[in-house]
């Protein structure tokens, strides 16, 4: 006795997988079952149908294995048994690129493509186009124009589908099958027609004038399946956004009259192309809005719901179009499918006024648990601003983490994109975060009213839930471990919130004293969430974007040799990265502030100060990230850190000696350039035993004279003094002789020159660079073809800090404008303005300002 499985016991998940525990060697030892006679074709499908699951479930099949699977699948052709001969059919198409000599069936395939046998001659056909390459193709040419025409529908619909993979391989071939394409295309059944119509639009695609012709040809003489007519509308919509003849062109008509043919199909497919066609007024819509307006009442539930959701999409252009649907929608409010109830109350919110939303809203919070939160952030994102002013909308916010920080997202990127909802937008979030369970999430909203607090005209009334957030946090939640780090990081951007705003806040004392006594000072419950190796500042040094020990040995150096001229900041190196910028590297104050740890800069400028030849090179500017100059399997493996200072690069030479029978002596790196750099000198390492890295360098002058010749290729050489040595005890003979080996070239571009900095307010610091040395060039980027793969690119080529979250493109933007900011080699602020716009290509505006003109002419001179 067979057990009924109903919908209710594949959701439970009651019903069991049979091939849930396979394993693909236990299947392969099956597969020898192919070989015995008589065939057993219940026993081998069976086997088909496993080796079939393990590759659609992505279990990796090598070569050797497929291949010998596949060759013992063939013997199996000799069984007359039809499902099991459809079965082989699907297996060839499955392992046609992962075995070998796949074509071995190919004759086999044509006998049943052939054959007299209807219900093998089209799944041969798709296996055999499966295996079929260019040079095969003209062998099987004949039969396929045959079976193309050919009068059993499913025979025909194979080899139209085939024909259309087979463009991808040799197009020239498949576009000699035309004549029987528009024979095909004829056709009194429906599958048929359509294949043979979408065959033909590919086939002539390429030349508008022959679609406009194809398309005239069916709109006159007419068309049996509905499916050729959606097609038709896809292909006629398609031209009209391509066009400039707008809605008096006859395809608009030809789309308009759709809308009164007998499939249902075919009228929702021609109100969604004009719905979706660009720059349609109300009155041009309305035909398609009275069609679907019509559907809401139907009493098919998938079209009550295709027409409420495509009303939906109407509603965010041209929400007067569906007003005259308002009293429809309403009678969808109770719709027993929460989802259409859904998409009815929301295309509500876009149309009806202000007053209704409180209704809506009452209606909607009866079933609102039951609606997936997929379903909620894809319809109900939209309706934030500026519909649902109030926080009514808001409370509909019960669902789980992925709803709340999608909610989250949104309401984020309202702000930014639209200053005056700033303030309403920063409300709601404020509101959001009283009752947050989410921790990540109360971090980030913490994080941006840190940012935008201090810009509105009242900054003050934030401090209030920053300041309720730390009494209401209980000392058990503080002590989970899960929860302290996020609570320092909490802290941290309140720190940062009251140091941006304290100069403009009336009377801020009491909210600083409470908050610093019972965050930073409490017990050590809060202090000890903080890693050991993490480094303690004070919030008072918020917004330096200096090495925070730098500046100390310079401020000391300072105090040693008095001056009339006074302290330079530019004389201090950056700070790898904007304190308070960082997220899990941020520490808190102490009551005894501890000695800020040296960064990697810091430790550098310290190596190489002690060196007697680099003394006079001035503030470390940069140390570049080490990059590889040989292979790690070499004799000799050496790597390079770049060193930049004002007017000077050293370059640092990592090296080891890989073996153990030569000591190296007086070991040097060689350097030409090959443009305007001068080579000053080269100090060697001493020697490199077996195993044991040395260091030399090559001090390298930038050019003066030409500003602009920042970029360069410089070739490398590694000389030396080689000792054969003894490898067991590694004392090395007395003679030695010179030898050197060529390393891989190495670069200094210009985004070696440039160091990143943050800017939160990128419009502020552009008005206060001033516009004195500010360029403007445009440039063709032909070989880039996305917005984000420029955006990308630019930034990896000038190595410059993205503003204001510009390095993200919104999807389907044909434009973008990127920020960025940077500090040029010797201290002075650069800006930058980079304006996409997607074409052919990408072109490029790029503005650049800064206080210094020959760091503006090296920006533009490199991307040029």
Known sequence: MIKKFDKKDEESGSGSNPFQHLEKSAVLQEARLFNETPINPRRCLHILTKILYLLNQGEHFGTTEATEAFFAMTRLFQS???????????????????????????????????????????????????????????????????????????VSSSALVSSLHMMKISYDVVKRWINE????????????????????????????????????????????????????????SKL????????????????????????????????????????????????????????????????????VRTLNKVAMKHPSAVTACNLDLENLITDSNRSIATLAITTLLKTGSESSVDRLMKQISSFVSEISDEFKVCHWRPLLFPAAASLSLLSLCQGGFEYKRAIVDCIISIIEENPESKEAGLAHLCEFIEDCEHTVLATKILHLLGKEGPRTPSPSKYIRFIFNRVVLENEAVRAESRFKWSHVVLATKILHLLAKEGPRTPSPSKYIRFIFNRVVLENEAVRAAVPQNQTFVPFSCAGLTVSVPGMEKALHQYTLEPSEKPFDMKTVPLATAPIFEQKAEIALVTSKPEKVAPSRQDIFQEQLAAIPEFKGLGPLFKSSEP??????????????????????????????????????????????????????????APSLAYNQPGMCYTLVRIPQDDPTAVACTFSCTMKFTVRDCDPGTGVPEEDGYEDEYVLEDLEVTVSDHLQKVLKPNFAAAWEEVGDDFEKEETFALSSIKTLDEAVNNIIKFLGMQPCERSDKVPENKNSHTLYLAGVYRGGCDVLVRSRLALGDGVTMQVTVRSKDEASVDVILASVG
């Open 80 to 154: 007359n048994d039809q499902t099991l001969r459809r079965m082989c059919y699907l297996t060839i198409k499955e392992m046609a690129n992962i075995s070998e000599d796949v074509i071995i069936v190919t004759s086999s395939l044509t006998k049943d493509m052939t054959g007299k046998e209807d219900v093998y001659r089209g799944p041969a056909i798709r296996a055999l186009c499966r295996i079929t390459d260019g040079t095969m193709l003209q062998a099987i040419e004949r039969y396929m124009k045959q079976a193309i025409v050919d009068k059993v529908p499913g």
């Open 181 to 236: 394409a528009q024979e095909a295309a004829s056709s009194d059944n429906i599958m048929v027609q359509y294949h043979a119509l979408g065959l033909l639009y590919h086939l002539r695609k390429s030349d508008r004038l022959a679609v406009s012709k194809m398309l005239n040809k069916f709109t006159k003489s007419g068309l049996k399946s509905q499916f050729a007519y959606c097609m038709l509308i896809r292909i006629a």
């Open 240 to 307: 009209l956004k391509e066009s400039e003849e707008g809605h008096e062109s006859p395809l608009f008509d030809f789309i308009e009259s759709c809308l009164r043919n007998k499939h249902e199909m075919v009228i929702y497919e021609a109100a969604s192309a004009i719905i979706h066609l660009p720059n349609c007024t109300a009155r041009e819509l309305a035909p398609a809005v009275s069609v679907l307006q019509l559907f809401c009442s139907s009493p098919k539930p998938v079209l009550r719901y295709a027409a």
């Open 627 to 684: 990059v590889q100059l040989t292979e790690e399997e070499t004799e000799y493996f050496v790597r390079c850190i770049k060193h930049v200072f004002p007017a000077h690069i050293v370059f640092q030479f990592d090296c080891t000696n890989t073996l153990n029978d030569q000591l190296l002596e007086r070991v040097t790196v060689q350097m030409e350039p090959s443009d305007g750099y001068d080579v000053i000198c080269c100090i060697p």
